[in-house]
Structures are given as C-alpha cells and as structure tokens.
C-alpha cells in the first residue's frame, strides 16, 4: 500500500548551474493521510532533473520499498505510476546510510 508514502530517490540537476534543486511539491501532498492506496505520485522539482540508478525509490508507511511499474515525464515534473498488486519488496537500503538527497 501506499498509503501515507515518502519517496525518496536519487537525481541529477538538468545542469551544473542548478545544484540547488529542490523538491518543490508533491501529488499527494506532503504530509496528507491518505484512506486508500494511491496509483501514482507525482513530483515537482524547482529545476529540471534526470532520474540516475533506476529512479526514485518509494517508501510505503512501514518503510517497504515500493518500486514504480512506470516513471513518466521529466524535466521538472516526474510521474511515479504504481501497479496495486505488485508485490512489496524489502528495502535494500535497511541499515545502510539514506540515499542523497536533492538539496
């Protein structure tokens, strides 16, 4: 389920000029508690960005990995689509350090 998600990924800003990209919103909102699993989730970033090591990687509430079956757009808007009956996959990054963020 993804429900209450946080995605998490690793980017690359569209330029060098552009280091100081950051997340700028998200669909679901950040924050929103959600009663039913979500197909996708959309995300905004203040600067074009290219998606490096297979994407983004999505959390769900229990901190299962939740990988996208389809990851659609670009530049500054990204498209994370979900397929409802895939199944969960335990998380690679269970005691290593996070992922860097866009910052």
């Known amino acids: 389920m993804l429900g209450g998600c946080v995605a998490i990924g690793v980017v690359w800003p569209g330029s060098p000029a552009l280091a100081h990209t950051e997340l700028e919103a998200t669909v679901p909102a950040a924050d929103e508690v959600l009663t039913s699993p979500v197909d996708a989730v959309t995300l905004v970033f203040t600067a074009d960005v290219t ?23 670009g530049g500054t808007t990204h498209v994370l689509r979900f397929d409802r009956h895939s199944p969960a996959v335990p998380s690679a990054s269970a005691g290593r350090s996070p992922p860097p963020t866009v910052t």
């Open 51 to 73: 998606a490096i090591d297979g994407g983004f990687e999505v959390l769900d509430p229990s901190g299962t990995v939740r990988t996208p079956s389809a990851l659609e757009g």
